[in-house]
């Protein structure tokens, strides 16, 4: 069965990084794009990016862009995302996500999401 | 960005009870219209995406509706399970973005 594991809980000092992974299987890892989808405590979910599994590409949201790093390990179905420069602003769950595909085409329609990892910034 | 906009934000009603809740884009997004559960403490779940295609193995009660700016998300007898957080999410091109969030509670 699909499965997206993420690691675990972070806790970082303001202006520390964070790098998150998720690994995934059950599924041809190169077949489908990982997003990242975060969501601050009581709020809702906001995108940081997509990464086309195939070729690497990154596509950031532009809030984050030079912030952010997406990258995959394709040899272990892995992917990972690092967010820097850290504030408390960027407490929040964040969830991997597949990208689903129909019709031909693949889209930002999440089907199957990690269970989140937890990012907590404070001094 | 496209802007979107659900309504009511939080909702009240009974077991067996019709429930709505609305979305509405700053733009046309055509189908490009995906609706999530989430349930506290949990991921989001996929329940329906082009507008109005139901995910598998979601329950036939759960039904989308819609197209260009205006959507709709009906649980046609809503039950204790559907307790939950509801988002809607445009996918009309990058970036995706996704509305604030309906609460549905029982009452």
């Known amino acids: 069965q699909v499965q997206l594991v993420q690691s675990g809980a972070e806790v970082k000092n303001p202006g520390a990084s964070v790098k998150v992974s998720c690994k995934t299987s059950?599924?041809?890892?190169?077949?489908?794009?990982i997003s990242w989808v975060r969501q601050a405590p009581g709020q809702g979910l906001e995108w940081l990016g997509w990464?086309?599994?195939?070729?690497?590409?990154?596509n950031y949201a532009q809030k984050f862009q030079g912030r952010v790093t997406m990258i995959t390990d394709t040899s272990t179905g892995t992917a990972f995302m690092e967010l820097r420069s850290l504030t408390s602003d960027d407490t929040a769950v964040y969830y991997c996500?597949?990208?689903?595909?129909?019709?031909?085409?693949?889209?930002?329609?999440?089907?199957?999401w990690g269970q989140g990892t937890q990012v907590t910034v404070s001094s | 960005d496209i802007q979107m906009t659900q309504s009511p934000s939080s909702l009240s009603a009974s077991v067996g009870d019709r429930v709505t809740i609305n979305c509405r884009a700053s733009?046309?997004?055509?189908?490009?219209l995906a609706w999530y559960q989430q349930k506290p403490g949990k991921a989001p779940e996929l329940l329906v995406y082009?507008?109005?295609t139901l995910h598998s193995g979601v329950p036939s009660r759960f039904s989308g509706s819609g197209s260009g700016t205006n959507f709709t998300l009906a649980v046609s007898s809503l039950q204790p399970e559907d307790v939950a957080t509801y988002y809607c999410?445009?996918?009309?091109?990058?970036?995706?973005?996704f509305g604030r969030g309906t609460k549905v509670e029982i009452k």
């Open positions: 082009a507008a109005s």
């Open positions: 996500a597949r990208g689903t595909c129909f019709g031909g085409n693949c889209y930002f329609v999440y089907d199957y």
């Open positions: 999410q445009s996918y009309d091109g990058a970036p995706p973005t």
């Open positions: 059950g599924y041809n890892f190169r077949s489908y794009g």
């Open positions: 733009q046309g997004i055509r189908s490009y």
């Open positions: 990464l086309n599994t195939y070729n690497g590409n990154p």
